[in-house]
């Protein structure tokens, strides 16, 4: 089945600066890959999304990259603030496209 | 609201006793998803509802675990005999089409479920 890796598992940025967030995934039939975010205790909420015939997607201060050739898609943000602290989690459907295996989450912490 | 709600949103039980959990998802969403979260693991992907049936209980992780839904709306976790690796935070989400790839999953906030 599909494996989902992310990095790094916990990541404190001073406000102001960008922060990145690395998934790789195994299934190459994927084709689909969004990010979440997770305040505490909240559950998980889209934040943006980027198909497989896509290189690169952005939303204001946030942007997503893929790699499909190696299999890697990246989370950008940039001019971090402290309400960007949360858990980041980032998936890729499954080979049969009916569920989406995600990573064990980034949690992100933002310092004023 | 209109959010996918969950309940019990805690649930303390003692090893050996079966839990209910229910999940209400957004009206008119045809998709149904049950994730359970322990701390360090991420979300494991239990269970997919397209409707009343389930393409997908490949996440299972064994026959103590099932999952219903009627009247393609609310969906009912049951975990029989609970141990204690069964602790966890229990997410279900809902999305308006079926297949992970066709939109947003809509999460609850959880049932957090303790096995003493």
């Known amino acids: 089945g599909e494996n989902v890796e992310q990095h790094p598992s916990t990541l404190s940025v001073q406000e102001g600066d960008s922060a990145v967030i690395k998934c790789t995934y195994s299934?190459?039939?994927?084709?689909?890959f969004p990010w979440y975010k997770q305040e505490l205790g909240k559950g998980p909420q889209l934040i943006i999304d980027?198909?497989?015939?896509?290189g690169e997607k952005k939303d204001q201060r946030i942007a997503v990259t893929l790699n499909k050739t190696a299999k890697h898609f990246s989370l950008h943000i940039t001019e971090t603030q402290p309400e960007d602290s949360a858990v980041y989690f980032c998936?890729?459907?499954?080979?049969?496209?009916?569920?989406?295996?995600f990573g064990k989450g980034t949690m992100l912490l933002v310092s004023p | 609201g209109a959010g996918v709600s969950q309940s019990p949103s805690n649930k303390v039980t003692e090893k050996g006793k079966d839990v209910e959990l229910r999940c209400d998802p957004i009206?008119?969403?045809?998709?149904l998803y049950w994730y359970r979260q322990s701390l360090g693991q991420g979300l494991e992907f239990l269970i997919y509802?397209?409707?009343?049936?389930?393409?997908?209980k490949s996440g299972l992780p064994s026959d103590r675990f099932s999952a219903e839904r009627t009247g393609g709306s609310v969906s009912t976790l049951t975990i029989q005999r609970t141990q204690q690796e069964d602790s966890a935070v229990y997410l279900c989400?809902?999305?308006?089409?079926?297949?992970?790839?066709?939109?947003?999953?809509?999460f609850g906030e959880g049932s957090r479920l303790t096995v003493l």
């Open positions: 989400a809902s999305s308006l089409w079926g297949g992970a790839n066709t939109g947003e999953l809509f």
């Open positions: 299934d190459s039939a994927s084709n689909y």
């Open positions: 980027i198909r497989s015939n896509v």
């Open positions: 998936a890729a459907t499954n080979s049969g496209y009916s569920t989406l295996t």
């Open positions: 009206s008119g969403h045809t998709a």
């Open positions: 509802f397209q409707g009343n049936s389930a393409p997908d």
